[in-house]
Nanobody
Framework: QVQLVESGGGLVQAGGSLRLSCAASGQPFSSYAIGWFRQAPGKEREFVAAISRRASTTDYADSVKGRFTISRDNAKNTVYLQMNSLKPEDTGVYYC??????????????WGQGTQVTVSS
């Protein structure tokens, strides 16, 4: 089992940047593929980005391609989501989630508690 804790959220103006972190504890971090999801008020949670256990594979939602970058540092047990050129529609609670299988990341087993990102226009 792995425990996940997000940080780095906050309030930023449109066009600005934020970097979210997902820190893990428990089982060896390199055993888990990690994904980022977000949920806007009144909307369903949606997939944002994913990274495989050794960072050989990444995937992004079309809405964030070219603006967001997911990366990981297994030595630090941390996954990052660098968010640039933020838009008001990027506002929401961002969650990181993990699963031992990359293909399960659309419905992962483990979730963090979330961090709020608010982008003002």
């Amino acid at each position: 089992q792995v425990q996940l804790v997000e940080s780095g959220g906050g309030l930023v103006q449109a066009g600005g940047s934020l970097r979210l972190s997902c820190a893990a504890s428990g089982q060896p971090f390199s055993s888990y593929a990690i994904g980022w999801f977000r949920q806007a008020p009144g909307k369903e949670r949606e997939f944002v980005a994913a990274i495989s256990r050794r960072a050989s594979t990444t995937d992004y939602a079309d809405s964030v391609k070219g603006r967001f970058t997911i990366s990981r540092d297994n030595a630090k047990n941390t996954v990052y989501l660098q968010m640039n050129s933020l838009k008001p529609e990027d506002t929401g609670v961002y969650y990181c989630a993990g699963d031992s299988l990359y293909r399960n990341l659309r419905s992962p087993a483990y979730w963090g508690q979330g961090t709020q990102v608010t982008v003002s226009s």
